[in-house]
């Protein structure tokens, strides 16, 4: 127990020790007053002072007289309990009190301190005895033991000496500098430590700080010593109260264990928050127990504030990425509108089913407006800065909000008619001619809401109402889409607008999608000063509201449904610009592809411009360095020496002819990179004609002259009117009829397998027919099964019974529908539902066809693509994937570049196959090329002669 405590405990034990042995050495040697002997010799005083009266009355014969004396002294007396008369015969005479209960005789019968007896003499003889009967006086017992005056004497002055001793060694040792223990140059050395250095006493009062720890506190070290430590300004993490019960040196003196790499937070003089590394060691004592400790703490605020900004920095880099990946999502969903379109209408043109000129027009207008808003999405892709700054810029110009609805209307007309839907555009009452917005934000709202309102309609239609609200300030037009579909839940409603989000799972797993349509178009309408909102009824349909400020409306004409329709039927043609260019001027074009030199040089060429040609950078320096040239053509990636060596060269040689930098690159900030290599301006492949005269005529001193209508694409006839057939698109291969047949009889025995798996819910066994349909069908031509066949493989992995049996459905409509090549019956026909279907395939044509100074670039590519094709044939027999790849890369962008637009896809695809070694998708799109290059057909409208294959 004594072990357990302090140094002062200790001390102050010892001096009232000592103090008591003083005190006990002096009442020995007498130097103390004896209270109990002077009692004891009061009351001998007493008894000898009554015997000798007795002892004059026995003589006189007249002890009587005594009686009352006796009586006197024990009543006031109160320690006299009796008193007594006994002669030498042992009879009492006379007594006061209850003597004889009191007295007791001994054998010895000798006085005690309770019982004095002195005796009486009657002359020479003894008469008697006088007998005194007193209180104790201590009591017996441990009573008496208690409360003898030496016993509290003692007892009193040990504990006020130790209380005394203990406080007064408290405020002494405060006083004290216990760090004078210290040897000055074990100072100097804790003092040399860049790191702080606390000592703690077990009651954490500090008694030893270094100078580090002291310069920081901005005090004196010696200032610090006896102070508390919970004092000091330390603090949490965010600045608030410290719990000091968790302090590291509080665990070490509790537990006497070494806690180290602790962090704590102390606020500095300045107010500034600092963050330290701790490290406690306890300083065990003599009998093992921590008698305080030794603290050491590292300033690691930099190192802390420089984590705190990576992690910054890290997490501002994760959101800038999420905002890219969130980005491109949302852009790859709006290009399949626009893409769609193009494609659809292409087919359309493609396969000769528009009725006259006129319908043939439209289709192109249509295509026109949906390539325009699909560069407009492209920009916004490859605009990284937007997506870095977390939003999309708007801009506010004069559009016409009718067109653009129209437009997209026109675009997807066709996903309407493909599922049997009405689509309508109707004003309600006058909308002004011209609002300010921007435009191409608006169409990409309108192509997602009318788009989304399709999807989820599977009967009815979907009606566009355009209306003006000109009561309120500022005028604002409104835009309704109102569908007869699935309709959503009114809790639902406001869900459908987060990124990712659909009102019901089991719609997003019938009608597939990501949700990003109405989240883009929100925000879309939001970023223009809009909204986008939303009524539904479950089971009815859905209306979604776009509204928007028009703008200033002053002379700005309001028309009706009609006058809009009529605008809109005015078609004015396309206009070609016609430029004047100086003949002599002389320009060197520099592309490693063959094609795209001679498209070029015959577009020049044609006003009367001297062109020269380079295969490559090298070639390019060579010809160029005698500054014979007026304007240089330069493509960036070349072999032997690309565009940008070849642009620093000549720049270093000091050739200041201008150098237009023509490249497929078209991200943001590409331009300032070729500029910094010495271009003087930039121009993208696929190489816009009027941009590249426009350039052109800038820097060799053209001008416009005027403008002309193009010459009308060629229409081929209409179709047959039966369109409820669907027919294979490889039915022009004579060869594959037999393979489309085979495929059409099997596919009904599939069906009926798959009807069964369907029945028997065995999902694995449905998922494997449409797993197998999903790739058959598209290798035979019959493409329309590609899409429900994947769904319903999706639908049978997910267990999704509903959507698997949509599915299904689909596929038995589709099923009945498909036609043997040369038949125009099906299996069970039924009411045209469709667009006609194609009776035969038409010849693959140049879109650069009507310029008669480009067909031999178009018959020359012609040739080349015989050539090649036995090359892929070749390559595709003998398995070798990477040089497959590589004709295929080549293909998408020759084809393209000389007008040939149908290869592009494919090539695209089988690039992508290759890549990844799909062998199976390989030789499907192989064969889909090897029937374009069969239909690929010269200007002069033959399909030319090619040499043998050396294919299969």
Not at 270 to 298: E, W
Not at 887 to 899: D, I, M, S, Y
């Amino acid at each position: 127990m004594i072990r357990k405590l302090g140094a002062k405990a200790h001390i102050a034990v010892g001096l009232a020790f000592l103090v008591v042995s003083i005190i006990l050495a002096a009442g020995f040697l007498g130097l103390i007053p004896d209270r109990a002997g002077a009692v004891r010799d009061s009351r001998i005083a007493l008894a000898e002072a009554i015997a000798v009266s007795a002892a004059e009355l026995s003589a006189r014969d007249q002890t009587e007289w005594l009686a009352p004396t006796l009586r006197l002294v024990v009543k006031r007396n109160s320690d006299v309990l009796s008193a007594a008369l006994r002669t030498e015969e042992g009879a009492i005479v006379m007594q006061a009190g209850p003597h004889a209960a009191n007295w007791t005789l001994g054998p010895a019968d000798l006085s005690t301190e309770t019982q004095l007896h002195v005796p009486i003499l009657a002359g020479s003889e003894r008469w008697g005895r006088l007998e005194l009967r007193f209180r104790p006086i201590t009591p017996t017992g441990l009573a008496g033991w208690v409360n003898n005056p030496w016993v509290k004497l003692v007892a009193f002055i040990f504990l006020s000496a130790l209380f005394v001793f203990y406080f007064y060694l408290g405020k002494v040792l405060r006083h004290l500098d216990p760090s004078g223990a210290v040897p000055d140059r074990v100072r100097s050395a804790l003092d040399t430590l860049t790191e702080g250095l606390l000592v703690l006493d077990r009651k954490q009062t500090v008694v030893l700080a270094n100078r580090a720890f002291a310069e920081f506190i901005g005090a004196p070290a010696g200032e610090l010593i006896g102070k508390q430590v919970k004092t000091l300004a330390w603090a949490s993490r965010d600045g608030g109260p410290f719990d000091l019960d968790a302090a590291p040196w509080t665990a070490a003196l509790r537990d006497g264990e070494v806690h180290a790499n602790h962090t704590v937070h102390l606020r500095a003089p300045d107010g500034s928050l600092h963050t330290f590394q701790v490290n406690c060691a306890p300083i065990l004592t003599g009998g093992r127990q921590p008698g305080g400790v030794l603290v050491s703490l590292d300033d690691i605020t930099s190192i802390e504030q420089n984590s705190i900004e990576l992690e910054k920095a890290k997490d501002a880099a994760d959101a800038a990425n999420r905002a890219k990946s969130d980005f491109l999502a949302n852009m790859s969903h709006e290009i399949r509108t626009p893409m769609n379109a193009i494609l659809g209408f292409t087919e359309i043109l493609r396969r000769g089913y528009s009725r006259d000129g006129a319908d043939a027009a439209r289709h192109l207008q249509t295509i026109h407006a949906s390539g325009t808003h699909l560069l407009a999405l492209i920009n916004d892709i490859l605009d990284l800065s937007k997506v870095e700054s977390g939003r999309l810029e708007v801009e506010s110009i004069a559009c016409a909000p009718y067109a653009l609805a129209h437009q997209v209307v026109q675009a997807i007309g066709v996903r309407a008619q493909e599922k049997g839907l009405r689509l309508e555009l109707v004003v309600d009452g006058r909308i002004p001619e011209t609002i300010h917005s921007d435009p191409a934000r608006l169409r990409q709202i309108l192509t997602n809401l009318i788009g989304n309102a399709l999807k989820f309609t599977t009967h009815g239609g979907v009606t566009v109402t355009l209306a003006l609200d000109a009561q309120t300030e500022p005028a604002r037009l409104r835009i309704d889409v109102r569908d007869t579909g699935i309709g959503i839940a009114p809790d639902k409603v406001e869900q459908i607008f987060d990124p990712f989000v659909q009102a019901d799972s089991s719609v997003n797993r019938r009608f597939g999608g990501t949700g990003l349509g109405l989240a883009i178009s929100r925000r879309l309408a939001r970023a223009m000063g809009g909204e986008v909102s939303a009524t539904s009824v479950p089971g009815e349909g859905s209306t979604f509201s776009i509204v928007l400020a028009t703008g200033p409306l002053e002379g700005v004409r309001l028309l009706d449904d009609a006058s809009l329709r009529a605008r809109m039927a005015d078609d004015t043609p396309v206009q070609d610009t016609r430029w004047v260019l100086p003949a002599s001027a002389r320009i060197l074009v520099v592309d490693d592809g063959a094609e795209n030199r001679e498209l070029v040089a015959t577009v020049l060429g044609e006003f009367g411009l001297a062109i020269d040609e380079a295969e490559n950078g090298q070639v390019a320096v060579d010809r160029a360095q005698d500054g014979r040239y007026d304007l240089i053509l330069m493509d960036m990636q070349m072999p032997v020496m690309d565009g940008y060596t070849a642009t620093r060269n000549l720049r270093a040689a000091g050739l200041s002819t201008p150098i237009v930098a023509l490249t497929a690159n078209a991200m943001q900030g590409y331009e300032q990179e070729v500029i910094a290599a010495g271009c003087t301006a930039y121009l993208t492949k696929p190489v816009d004609i009027d941009a590249l005269l426009a350039t052109v005529a800038s820097f060799i001193g053209g001008h416009r002259e005027g403008s002309a209508p193009l010459p009308a694409a060629a229409t081929p006839p209409p179709p047959p009117a039966d369109t409820a057939p669907i027919q294979s698109r490889l039915a022009t291969q004579t060869r594959m009829h037999a393979v489309i047949g085979k495929f059409i009889r099997r596919l009904h025995e599939r069906m009926a397998e798959i009807d069964a798996a369907l029945a028997a819910a065995d999902d694995n066994t449905l998922a494997e027919l449409a797993h197998w349909l999903k790739g058959a069908g598209g290798t035979v031509g019959f493409d329309v099964l590609t899409e429900p066949a994947t769904e319903l493989e999706a639908a049978a992995r997910r267990h999704d019974r509903d959507a698997a049996t949509h599915w299904v459905s689909e596929l038995h409509d589709i099923a009945e529908r498909l036609a043997e090549p040369g038949s125009t019956k099906t299996c069970a026909p039924r009411p045209p539902r469709r667009a006609p279907a194609a009776p035969r395939a038409e010849p693959v044509r140049s879109r650069l066809a009507a310029n008669p100074r480009l067909h031999p670039v178009i018959g020359k590519f012609i040739r080349r693509m015989h050539e090649q094709l036995n090359c892929i044939l070749a390559a595709q027999q003998a398995g070798d994937l990477a040089e497959l790849a590589s004709l295929a890369h080549w293909l998408k962008g020759a084809g393209g570049t000389v007008g040939f637009d149908a290869f592009t896809e494919p090539a695209a695809d089988l690039e992508a196959a290759a890549r990844v070694a799909d062998a199976a998708a390989c030789a499907r799109l192989v064969a889909t090329i090897e029937d374009l290059v069969a239909r690929m057909q010269a200007p002069d409208g033959n399909t030319a002669p090619h040499p043998a294959s050396t294919g299969k």
